[in-house]
């Protein structure tokens, strides 16, 4: 068959790449002038970095095991992270139970209370049981109202801006099952993974793939169109149109309603009823490093970011050559803040920044890099799986493979590239 696959992300690139070992010829359109989607990497120092943090964690086993698969085990190497929470405008190590016991913003009950529902976590079974509940009201019943709006409240809102109230506890359950799944037999410790030289080799192996099989990526090709003429469909990218027998769309649901043609409008409705969240990520090349840690948590709202990410305290092996940092934000992308320049995004982070670690000097910085991402996290709200479309649309051969379909995990790379794997088995 024909293939189009729509997007040259982790799930495109994937499925893309099976597919074209069965002997289909597929072609992969991307609106970017870079493979790997939020995956997609830039040149720093002597290596390449990730224009969004990632890492992944022990239980990534369809990571894992395409990683292995595609010859680059060697260079997937797992470190031990240091993670801490800003909050009261004091750090407190935040990594292990023990730390958690020891954190004196909370009263000793909540601190508790707080380690019993993470715990407890793991015992919910049955996602769909809560997820009329909202995430309020169910850390609030396990953990107590003082963990609530100490700690989880700035997080939540951070994460998902004017929408914190309508989170679905499936979101922050299945956050508290992640992380203590991870840490295996041993609670006290937590391991996380990473490619030497960024997670873009994977996805330029798959596309080495790709090509070697007679496939093609077509970078810097947005899509306009994809319409259906009895048994073949057209895809219009670039003033130009092609068929092919079978679609895979795996940008977001409410792309793919402004795109499809001959769609009903009740569906194209429930394709828009799917929202994200954008993300604001700075990197920082730094000449001086700014802390010990890896992963600072920012519980305070006063601040214009929610994590501080210094790389080059958990990746050793690097060729950087300077002290990399990350300073990411989600926001409604019609908030104010999405539509500021990159000039004073970089003031306000630094000036954020500077509160935190009085020492730091805008000096520092060699090069400052600011991205943007406008899906960048699906809002799981109340009542979630009722929203969720099907894989197969309602246009027979058509596929929506995307972040907002792996409910109840949420998005990373090891959920993309199962929708990935899925999606090529689903093509006969």
Partial sequence: MRIAIIGAGATGLTAAWKLSEKKHSVTVYEKSDQLGGLAAAIP??????????????????????TVKELGLEPELKWYEPSNVIYIHKKIYPFTSPMDLLMFKPLSFISRIRMGLMVLQARFVKDHLAIENTTAREWIIKRGGKECYDLIWEPLLHSKFDVDTENIAATWIWNKFKLRGSSRGKNISKELLGYLDGGFIKLYEKMADKIRENGGEIRLNHPVQEIMKDIDIFRIKANGKTEQYDRVIFTASPEKLSHVIKGMGKTYLDMLRKIVYKANICMILE?????????????????????????????????????????????????????????????????????????????????????????????????????LIPDAQTPMKGLYLTSMSQIYPEDRGQNYAIRSGLEAANMLK
Wanted: net charge negative; glycine share 4%.
């Fill in 286 to 386: 730094l000449k001086e490093s700014l802390s010990p840690y890896y992963w600072m948590t920012i519980a305070d709202k006063d601040l214009p970011f929610v994590l501080v990410i210094e790389q080059t305290n958990l990746i050793k092996d690097h060729k950087y050559g300077s002290h990399i940092v990350y300073l990411s934000r989600y926001l409604d992308p019609a908030n104010e803040l999405f539509q500021k320049d990159d000039d004073t995004i970089k003031d306000l982070f630094t000036d954020g920044l500077k509160k935190i670690f009085p020492d730091f000097s805008v000096d520092w910085i060699i090069r400052a890099h600011v991205n943007r991402a406008m899906d960048a996290q699906p809002v799981v709200r109340t009542g979630y799986s009722k």
């Fill in 44 to 65: 720093i120092g002597n290596d390449r970095l990730d224009i969004y943090y990632h890492h992944i964690f022990t239980n990534d086993t369809y990571f894992v095991d």
